[in-house]
């Protein structure tokens, strides 16, 4: 690209901004979005496809391309997908409890839909704080390469989530459970928990958090232009805040 390709023009005041700038130096204007609109290439989801297929084969290559050309179509699919596997998990739970009805699929799926949440948060939440350390520590990647890294990043997440749903699904222990009995149900979701699929289960979800952690530290490294310490570092931290949660949820009661 060009130095005069990278030139912006101020959509308020339509002076044309130095290279680099984003602020207008004439009146001010925000031009990170259309800064960002004109360096960054639109992906299809073709490529995406292929990006999430080279994530496993050949993960050097999508790195360089996904810290270079940033989207959000990939973190919406992998967003969508663990929604998916925490609800299969639900369900595996009402299942193994004998709560099987024909009202089952619609809990499924509102489920499904409520599930969204917890994904969506994880993605924010870990993006905020990437970028601010990386700002802190002088990184210099957008708010979009961030977001699109830390979204890619949640592949192993994805794999952990639908995995375990299948597993639990299938090696869930099975009981008889009263559905208005909120004691029982406890003592129900507790035995779940320290079953052998609820402690594999929490076994693969860790692994998933460090392995996203790894991914998202070779993309951060060249979207930020970082050390392999300072994107350790950015990295490590939301990191260590999911698995500190998810250990508190499995071993607190």
Request: charged letters at 10%; one cysteine or more.
């Amino acid at each position: 690209m060009s130095t005069e390709d990278l030139l912006i023009q101020c959509p308020i005041c339509n002076e044309t901004a130095p290279e680099g700038y984003l602020l207008c130096p004439f009146c001010g204007a925000d031009l990170t979005i259309t800064y960002q609109t004109k360096i960054f290439a639109p992906v299809t989801y073709k490529e995406v496809w292929g990006r999430i297929k080279s994530l496993l084969s050949k993960p050097r290559v999508a790195f360089t391309d996904i810290a270079n050309n940033p989207d959000s179509k990939g973190v919406t699919i992998f967003i969508f997908a663990i929604s998916f596997g925490m609800a299969l998990q639900i369900f595996a739970l009402l299942m193994h409890n004998y709560f099987f009805s024909w009202r089952l699929p619609i809990i499924f799926i509102v489920m499904w839909l409520f599930s969204l949440l917890l994904p969506l948060f994880l993605w924010l939440i870990a993006s905020f704080t990437i970028r601010t350390t990386a700002r802190l520590l002088g990184g210099k990647g957008t708010k979009k390469q961030i977001r699109s890294v830390v979204g890619y990043g949640m592949l192993p997440l994805t794999l952990a989530s639908l995995f375990n749903g299948l597993l639990y699904v299938i090696a869930l222990p099975w009981n008889r459970t009263n559905i208005f009995d909120f004691a029982e149900i406890f003592t129900s979701m507790t035995r779940f928990r320290n079953s052998f699929a609820g402690i594999f289960g929490l076994i693969i979800n860790i692994l998933g958090f460090i392995a996203a952690g790894i991914y998202i530290v070779f993309m951060l490294k060249p979207a930020s232009n970082f050390s392999w310490i300072e994107a350790s570092i950015s990295t490590g931290l939301p990191v260590i805040l999911f698995i500190a949660l998810l250990l508190t949820y499995y071993f607190a009661a």
